[in-house]
């Protein structure tokens, strides 16, 4: 994983590359174990029902952590931060950053830019940054 990516199977199937920042990189080895296949995020214990085998670790039988387990967790840790919140934020910041639409429909799994927009909404202080960068006559002094 020295490349900082990896390809893995979006909801509805899709097989696609995500791309991790340097930091990802230093803590995934300690959160992976040594694994090299299975689900990333694990629960505490054993699954104690049939699972799909994509949905449970081979070598230590525990299941993949699911999705409101994952919000409860991140609630708790956060003070009520949801991870949906994380989301609109990872995209906004994005966009305020001069990310342009392909790289954030790529970034965020959006097939539609409709849906997209929902998610990245740009403040005005960062549109300000973004206009006043291009402006030529500030270019000129």
Known sequence: MRNRWARVRRK?????VIVWRTGTAR????LLDG???????????????ELPPADVDAGSGKARLSYRRAAELFEAATGGWTLHQLRHS??????EDGANTSTLL????HTSVASLARYARVSG???????S????AARRR
């Open 12 to 16: 509805g199937g899709a097989v696609d």
């Open 27 to 30: 803590l995934l080895p300690r």
């Open 35 to 49: 694994r090299r296949t299975g689900p990333v995020f694990l629960t505490a214990r054993r699954a104690r029902v």
């Open 90 to 95: 990872a995209l906004t910041h994005a966009a």
């Open 106 to 109: 790529a970034y965020s799994g």
């Open 125 to 131: 202080q960062a549109l300000a940054r973004w206009q």
């Open 133 to 136: 960068g291009r402006d030529p």
